[in-house]
């Protein structure tokens, strides 16, 4: 039988390594047993042998972003609640850091940009000059952009490009992805499908797919917007985001797909067509129902405009 102190690390890394692929319901398996084997009294040392944070907070960090990914929206909130909730306690920075930062994520995705600033506003207070500093200024900058705040794009652009500097490519594609949903926003469409490409080519980089589908959703609908207004092309961009979505069992990104064919089919007179798509898609969901993408996906069911 394995030692417990090494199989909480082999989960450890198994689940961290199966959340990039991705493999959500496979990653979260590990963590079921990671919450189970993990003691903060007994493990939280080894935070300091394997790595700068600790484990039980990464247990619970990467169950809460699994968890909206499958679909599961307000269980996220909670776990990763729990996760800012232990790694105060435990007095440790670096892991009150990263847990700071995933609850920006949680919020973010939730269209809580509220929650999502707030967290940013704590995380930037601690972060010093550490690795999540421009993590810091992403979040609490991708906040603004919905107010029009034309700086909130400059400040995401420099946050991403001081990542590049140290050479850190973990979720940069969808920070990327943030950067082009900013300009498509602000009418930069260029700008935006640039971003689009870079966080294309990070992928290829590191192999790291689990924003892939909404990069293939966000070019799709800014080739709508586009002058040339390529449906064709958008519609074939907006089918593979459904796809790949569905490959991943990424049911939050799916609703976000399905929503975006909605959109481009009433667009084209053919409204029935999309609400066929998306009714069993918001069907399947439980929770969440007050989020930003469940709302919205509502109202196309109902026939109202959502821009």
Same mark, same amino acid.
């Given at each position: 039988m394995a030692e417990p102190n090494a199989l909480l690390q082999a989960h450890h890394a198994a689940w961290t390594t199966l959340f990039n692929l991705p493999k959500f319901s496979d990653c979260r398996e590990h963590i079921r047993h990671g919450l189970v084997l993990y003691d903060p009294?007994?493990?939280? $040392?080894?935070?300091?042998?394997?790595?700068?944070?600790?484990?039980?907070?990464?247990?619970?960090?990467?169950?809460?972003?699994?968890?909206?990914?499958?679909?599961?929206?307000?269980?996220?909130?909670t776990r990763v609640g729990e996760a800012v909730e232990l790694a105060?306690?435990?007095?440790?920075?670096?892991?009150?850091?990263?847990?700071?930062?995933?609850?920006?994520?949680?919020?973010?995705?939730?269209?809580?940009?509220?929650?999502?600033?707030?967290?940013?506003?704590?995380?930037?207070?601690?972060?010093?000059?550490?690795?999540?500093?421009?993590?810091?200024?992403?979040? $609490?900058?991708?906040?603004?952009?919905?107010?029009? *705040?034309?700086?909130?794009?400059?400040?995401?652009r420099a946050c991403i490009d001081q990542l590049r500097a140290t050479g850190q490519h973990m979720r940069r594609p969808y920070y990327l992805a943030l950067l082009s949903d900013a300009h498509?926003?602000?009418?930069?469409?260029?700008?935006?499908?640039?971003?689009? *490409?870079?966080?294309?080519?990070?992928?290829?980089?590191?192999?790291?797919?689990?924003?892939?589908?909404?990069?293939?959703?966000?070019?799709?609908?800014?080739?709508?917007? $586009? $002058?040339?207004? *390529?449906?064709?092309?958008?519609?074939?961009?907006?089918?593979?985001?459904?796809?790949?979505?569905?490959?991943?069992e990424a049911k939050s990104l799916e609703l976000r797909a399905a929503a975006s064919l909605v959109r481009l089919y009433s667009a084209q007179g053919h409204r029935a067509k999309g609400q066929d798509l998306l009714a069993p898609v918001y069907g399947w969901f439980t929770e969440g129902l007050e989020t930003r993408d469940l709302k919205e996906a509502g109202a196309l069911l109902l026939g109202k405009a959502v821009s």
């Open positions: 009294a007994v493990h939280h $040392s080894q935070t300091f042998a394997f790595g700068d944070h600790d484990p039980g907070v990464c247990c619970r960090i990467h169950d809460a972003t699994s968890l909206w990914m499958l679909g599961y929206s307000d269980q996220a909130v105060s306690s435990l007095k440790h920075p670096p892991s009150l850091m990263i847990a700071l930062a995933f609850a920006c994520f949680v919020h973010e995705w939730r269209g809580d940009l509220r929650q999502t600033a707030n967290y940013a506003a704590r995380l930037s207070t601690i972060a010093g000059q550490t690795r999540w500093t421009p993590v810091a200024g992403i979040m $609490s900058a991708s906040a603004r952009i919905e107010k029009q *705040d034309r700086t909130a794009v400059t400040e995401i498509r926003r602000l009418g930069g469409l260029d700008e935006a499908l640039v971003a689009i *490409d870079e966080a294309f080519a990070d992928i290829l980089i590191t192999g790291e797919r689990r924003w892939e589908a909404e990069l293939h959703r966000l070019r799709g609908e800014i080739l709508v917007l $586009s $002058s040339n207004g *390529d449906t064709t092309a958008a519609e074939t961009l907006l089918k593979k985001a459904l796809h790949v979505a569905r490959e991943q």
